[in-house]
């Protein structure tokens, strides 16, 4: 699979998955309402729940998901610079489990 179809595909579920996350919940509902909420207004609980509880809720998760893959990124590139003493440097043998 190529790299941009890759990417692509990866930020059509990152922004299905926070459309999801903005019209699931316990508050029973349903998605033309909680979509008119959203955008036009509505009734006063749907724009509460929508704009006070989802909304920020939602968006906190984008950005903590964001800074959490930026620094699994910078640590595997950090990882990847320096060269590690290989297992049995540090007496590992995989042979030990087995009771050998």
């Given at each position: 699979?190529?790299?941009?179809?890759?990417?692509?595909?990866?930020?059509?579920?990152?922004?299905?998955?926070?459309?999801?996350?903005?019209?699931?919940?316990?508050?029973?509902?349903?998605?033309?309402?909680?979509?008119?909420?959203?955008?036009?207004?509505?009734?006063?609980a749907?724009?509460?729940?929508?704009?006070?509880?989802?909304?920020?809720?939602?968006?906190?998760?984008?950005?903590?998901?964001?800074?959490?893959?930026?620094?699994?990124?910078?640590?595997c590139?950090a990882?990847?610079?320096?060269?590690?003493?290989s297992?049995?440097?540090?007496?590992?043998?995989?042979?030990?489990?087995?009771?050998?």
């Amino acid at each position: 699979m190529r790299y941009p179809l890759l990417l692509s595909l990866l930020a059509a579920l990152v922004a299905l998955l926070f459309v999801a996350s903005l019209l699931i919940g316990p508050a029973g509902i349903s998605v033309s309402d909680s979509l008119a909420a959203l955008f036009t207004g509505g009734a006063q609980a749907e724009v509460l729940v929508m704009r006070e509880i989802r909304l920020p809720r939602t968006l906190l998760a984008a950005m903590i998901g964001a800074a959490l893959g930026l620094a699994g990124a910078a640590l595997c590139k950090a990882g990847c610079a320096i060269r590690w003493p290989s297992r049995a440097f540090w007496g590992h043998r995989p042979q030990r489990r087995l009771g050998r």
